[in-house]
C-alpha cells in the first residue's frame, strides 16, 4: 500500500529510500520540492529521473489537506482556513499577520478532548489524533495557497497538543529540519490545557520550544468551572510542572489568562494570579473571551474595558509582566473551533 511521504520524518525517509535504492540527497531533493517549492506531484519534480519518479509514485503519495472554506479578515487579514483530511474529517488553520512576520496556527487533534467550557473546538467532540504529516502539512497548505512565507509557529489550534505527545514532537522535528522548513525551534510555541507529566517530557524533549499554559483561573475552584481538565491536574501541580520545566528549559513560560465578565476579572483575581505566579518570571496574556454560545449557565461576555484595565494594573503592581492580547480577525469566525464547527451543523 501506498503511503503519505509526509508522515516520514527526514530520518524515517532517509531509511526508507535507501530500501529501494535511492541515496540520501534523493530525499533532499524531494523535501526541496514538498518544503521549499510546495510541488506535491512527483512526476514534476524534474531533477529525479522519471524511473526514480516511479518508484516513488509506487511506494508513497503526497496528501494535502483540501480546501473547504477560507475566511480572510478586512480589518488584519487574519486568514482562516478549514481543511479536509483524507477521511473527510475537518480542521482548521489560522494565519496571523505582524508587520514584521506571519504567524500560524495549527490543529493537532480533529475536535478535543479537553472540553473547556469557553471553546468551541470541545463542544463539538473529540474525534481522533492528527498524524505528524497531517500537522506538518497545513503548515505547506497554507503557504501554497496565500504565497507566503510562514515564520512563526503556534501549536494553538483545535486540539490538545499534549495528549497527542508523539507526533507533535515528531512534527516540530520535520518543521524544524534544515532540509525542510528549517524554522527555528524558539519561533515555535505550543500551548497547552497543562498536563504536568507532558510539561516536563517536552522540556526534555524540545527545551527549545516555547511554553503556554491555558491557565484562565487563580485557583481550582473557579478553574474547574471552565476546565474540566482542570479536576485531573490541578492548579498547583501546574504551576509546579511549569516552574520543573523553566529550570530544565531556562526558558519563559507565558501563561494564557482568558477574560470573562464577572466571573474572573476581578480585581481578587488577578491578586490571587499574581501570588501564584510570583516569582516565576513569567509572562501573562490576558485574552478578553471570544464570545460563543453558551450551555450554562455562565454567560462568556467579554469584560468591560476599565475591568480589563484594573485586571492589568494589579500584575503591573505585582511586577508581573502582561499584555492585553490584541484581538485579531474579529469579523471572521475567529474563536478557535467556530468555523468548523458552523460546517459541521450545516452538513446535519
Ligand atoms: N488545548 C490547547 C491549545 C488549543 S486552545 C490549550 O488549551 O492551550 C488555544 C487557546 O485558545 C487557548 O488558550 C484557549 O484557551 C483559547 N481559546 C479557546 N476558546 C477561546 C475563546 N472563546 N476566546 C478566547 N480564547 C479562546
Given at each position: 500500500?501506498?503511503?503519505?511521504?509526509?508522515?516520514?520524518?527526514?530520518?524515517?525517509?532517509?531509511?526508507?529510500?535507501?530500501?529501494?535504492?535511492?541515496?540520501?540527497?534523493?530525499?533532499?531533493?524531494?523535501?526541496?520540492?514538498?518544503?521549499?517549492?510546495?510541488?506535491?506531484?512527483?512526476?514534476?519534480?524534474?531533477?529525479?529521473?522519471?524511473?526514480?519518479?516511479?518508484?516513488?509514485?509506487?511506494?508513497?503519495?503526497?496528501?494535502?489537506?483540501?480546501?473547504?472554506?477560507?475566511?480572510?479578515?478586512?480589518?488584519?487579514?487574519?486568514?482562516?482556513?478549514?481543511?479536509?483530511?483524507?477521511?473527510?474529517?475537518?480542521?482548521?488553520?489560522?494565519?496571523?499577520?505582524?508587520?514584521?512576520?506571519?504567524?500560524?496556527?495549527?490543529?493537532?487533534?480533529?475536535?478535543?478532548?479537553?472540553?473547556?467550557?469557553?471553546?468551541?473546538?470541545?463542544?463539538?467532540?473529540?474525534?481522533?489524533?492528527?498524524?505528524?504529516?497531517?500537522?506538518?502539512?497545513?503548515?505547506?497548505?497554507?503557504?501554497?495557497?496565500?504565497?507566503?512565507?510562514?515564520?512563526?509557529?503556534?501549536?494553538?489550534?483545535?486540539?490538545?497538543?499534549?495528549?497527542?505527545?508523539?507526533?507533535?514532537?515528531?512534527?516540530?522535528k520535520m518543521l524544524n529540519h534544515k532540509k525542510g522548513k528549517n524554522i527555528s525551534m524558539r519561533r515555535i510555541s505550543i500551548s497547552t490545557v497543562g498536563i504536568p507529566?507532558?510539561?516536563v517530557e517536552l522540556a526534555q524533549d524540545l527545551p527549545e520550544v516555547k511554553l503556554a499554559i491555558s491557565l484562565h483561573a487563580p485557583n481550582n475552584y473557579k478553574r474547574?468551572?471552565?476546565?474540566?481538565?482542570?479536576?485531573?491536574?490541578?492548579?498547583?501541580?501546574?504551576?509546579?510542572?511549569?516552574?520543573?520545566?523553566?529550570?530544565?528549559?531556562?526558558?519563559?513560560?507565558?501563561?494564557?489568562?482568558?477574560?470573562?465578565?464577572?466571573?474572573?476579572?476581578?480585581?481578587?483575581?488577578?491578586?490571587?494570579?499574581?501570588?501564584?505566579?510570583?516569582?516565576?518570571?513569567?509572562?501573562?496574556?490576558?485574552?478578553?473571551?471570544?464570545?460563543?454560545?453558551?450551555?450554562?449557565?455562565?454567560?462568556?461576555?467579554?469584560?468591560?474595558?476599565w475591568a480589563i484595565e484594573r485586571f492589568k494594573e494589579v500584575l503591573d503592581k505585582h511586577n508581573i509582566e502582561n499584555e492585553i492580547r490584541r484581538e485579531k480577525g474579529?469579523?471572521?469566525?475567529?474563536?478557535?473551533?467556530?468555523?468548523?464547527?458552523?460546517?459541521?451543523?450545516?452538513?446535519?
Amino acid at each position: 500500500m501506498r503511503k503519505n511521504i509526509l508522515d516520514f520524518s527526514y530520518e524515517e525517509l532517509v531509511d526508507e529510500f535507501s530500501k529501494i535504492g535511492l541515496e540520501k540527497f534523493r530525499v533532499d531533493q524531494v523535501w526541496d520540492w514538498i518544503y521549499k517549492k510546495h510541488e506535491f506531484d512527483f512526476d514534476k519534480m524534474t531533477n529525479l529521473s522519471k524511473e526514480h519518479r516511479n518508484t516513488l509514485s509506487e511506494r508513497f503519495y503526497i496528501y494535502v489537506p483540501e480546501l473547504l472554506d477560507i475566511q480572510i479578515s478586512q480589518i488584519d487579514k487574519t486568514t482562516k482556513f478549514l481543511w479536509k483530511l483524507e477521511d473527510d474529517n475537518t480542521i482548521e488553520s489560522v494565519l496571523l499577520f505582524h508587520p514584521d512576520r506571519i504567524t500560524a496556527c495549527i490543529s493537532t487533534q480533529v475536535g478535543c478532548p479537553a472540553k473547556c467550557a469557553f471553546c468551541a473546538t470541545g463542544q463539538s467532540g473529540f474525534v481522533r489524533n492528527l498524524s505528524a504529516g497531517e500537522i506538518v502539512s497545513q503548515i505547506i497548505a497554507m503557504e501554497k495557497h496565500r504565497k507566503v512565507n510562514i515564520g512563526n509557529i503556534v501549536y494553538m489550534g483545535m486540539g490538545e497538543p499534549l495528549l497527542n505527545y508523539k507526533e507533535v514532537v515528531k512534527s516540530v522535528k520535520m518543521l524544524n529540519h534544515k532540509k525542510g522548513k528549517n524554522i527555528s525551534m524558539r519561533r515555535i510555541s505550543i500551548s497547552t490545557v497543562g498536563i504536568p507529566e507532558k510539561i516536563v517530557e517536552l522540556a526534555q524533549d524540545l527545551p527549545e520550544v516555547k511554553l503556554a499554559i491555558s491557565l484562565h483561573a487563580p485557583n481550582n475552584y473557579k478553574r474547574d468551572i471552565i476546565v474540566p481538565m482542570n479536576k485531573k491536574y490541578s492548579v498547583e501541580e501546574i504551576i509546579q510542572s511549569a516552574k520543573e520545566y523553566q529550570k530544565i528549559t531556562k526558558n519563559r513560560v507565558t501563561f494564557e489568562y482568558i477574560l470573562i465578565r464577572e466571573f474572573n476579572d476581578f480585581v481578587d483575581d488577578a491578586e490571587k494570579l499574581a501570588e501564584l505566579l510570583k516569582g516565576m518570571g513569567a509572562y501573562v496574556n490576558l485574552i478578553p473571551v471570544n464570545p460563543v454560545p453558551s450551555s450554562g449557565e455562565l454567560k462568556f461576555e467579554r469584560p468591560h474595558h476599565w475591568a480589563i484595565e484594573r485586571f492589568k494594573e494589579v500584575l503591573d503592581k505585582h511586577n508581573i509582566e502582561n499584555e492585553i492580547r490584541r484581538e485579531k480577525g474579529t469579523d471572521i469566525d475567529a474563536a478557535c473551533g467556530q468555523l468548523r464547527r458552523r460546517y459541521i451543523t450545516n452538513k446535519k
